[in-house]
């Protein structure tokens, strides 16, 4: 099937979404097991200081069942309580990574009580378009001294669906902010996968939405999306040209390591090489990976390095999640950093 299709699932209570491209999936989302308590990216916590971070710097705090640590915290003391949001998950026995600079993230706008102003995402580049929808979020603001930003979602949108949006975070806002007398609580839960697939996924024609909330038989059987899911569970990636990867996840880092095939020569080293790295974004989404991503790349003259960070940033540019290009080790690896906004999915679907 061309084009883009969402394809929504609800299975022993557990919200599933999928997004396919083409036919192929490109992203993946599945909520946790009801038993999962953790704190999840987006949740917004009141919790009560408990201490200072002499090393990581900002206090630790207690959420009621876990610890967070908030690192833009001034003149926070022991017992004073603070709204804070969750910001990727934790590693295993460390504290929950969040941040006072709170956002309430909808379908076309974001509210950020701490950054006052009206700003467009750069995506909508018309400057009458640009116009109007600071105009519109000016007046569904009003009074209201906080700030907001305009999502590249918004564009064409008409004026009175952004301004609902706009009221309802501030409903939302004006509730999280209420609970500080229950610290230390969850204000606000983190999105389950069918929310967060409605809300962060452009929107297709209409027709192209699959929504199934009855089993495993469905909508995911018929796009093939279980049998792509049974893939991502296997740490070969296959790659155009015949080379191939595995992307595997450590404690300590993400290992994938670059391969051929039978070809060794200088040309097919380059081919799969640029393969694997415009391939590399889709699999750590799909996969549920983060952190550290350290790369073992098939041989290349340092002379190639320029063109795979060219073509790796360009790959980067259409994933959503936050990556950074770390650099080049002295062995000749490639190094990413990546934010830690999902959990793995083989953990999701054990």
Aim: charged fraction near 30%; aromatic fraction near 4%.
């Amino acid at each position: 099937m061309k084009g883009r299709v969402i394809v929504t699932d609800e299975i022993d209570g557990r919200g599933h979404a999928a997004l396919l491209v083409d036919g192929r999936l490109e992203d993946l989302l599945v909520d946790p097991a009801e038993d999962d308590t953790a704190p999840r990216p987006g949740a917004i916590y009141w919790g009560r200081v408990t201490r200072k971070s002499q090393n990581a710097g900002g206090v630790f705090v207690d959420l009621g069942g876990a610890e967070g640590l908030v690192r833009e915290s001034p003149g926070l003391r022991p017992g004073d309580t603070v709204l804070a949001q969750v910001t990727s998950h934790a590693e295993a026995g460390k504290a929950v990574p969040m941040s006072a600079r709170v956002l309430y993230k909808g379908r076309y706008a974001i509210l950020s009580p701490t950054a006052p102003g009206v700003n467009v995402a750069r995506r909508i580049r018309d400057p009458q378009e640009r116009n109007r929808l600071a105009a519109v979020a000016a007046e569904a603001l009003g009074e209201d001294e906080t700030g907001a930003i305009i999502r590249s979602a918004s564009e064409g949108v008409a004026a009175e669906a952004i301004a609902e949006d706009i009221a309802a975070l501030s409903e939302l806002r004006a509730a999280a902010e209420a609970a500080v007398d229950g610290a230390p609580c969850l204000a606000v839960d983190a999105p389950g996968a069918i929310v967060e697939a409605w809300r962060d996924w452009s929107d297709p024609d209409p027709d192209a939405v699959w929504q199934d909330e009855d089993s495993r038989e469905g909508h995911f059987e018929h796009f093939g999306i279980w049998e792509a899911i049974d893939a991502l569970r296997r740490p070969r990636v296959d790659l155009p040209g015949g080379g191939h990867m595995y992307v595997e996840a450590t404690r300590a880092l993400v290992a994938v390591d670059v391969n051929t095939g039978k070809d060794f020569s200088p040309a097919a080293c380059l081919k799969a090489n640029l393969a694997a790295i415009r391939e590399l974004p889709r699999q750590l989404r799909l996969r549920g990976f983060g952190g550290q991503v350290t790369v073992d790349l098939a041989p290349l003259a340092k002379k190639e390095r320029v063109q795979l960070e060219t073509a790796l940033r360009a790959a980067l540019k259409a994933d959503a999640i936050e990556t950074s290009f770390a650099g080049w080790t002295p062995l000749g690896n490639l190094e990413l950093q990546r934010k830690r906004e999902r959990r793995p999915i083989t953990e999701l679907l054990a």
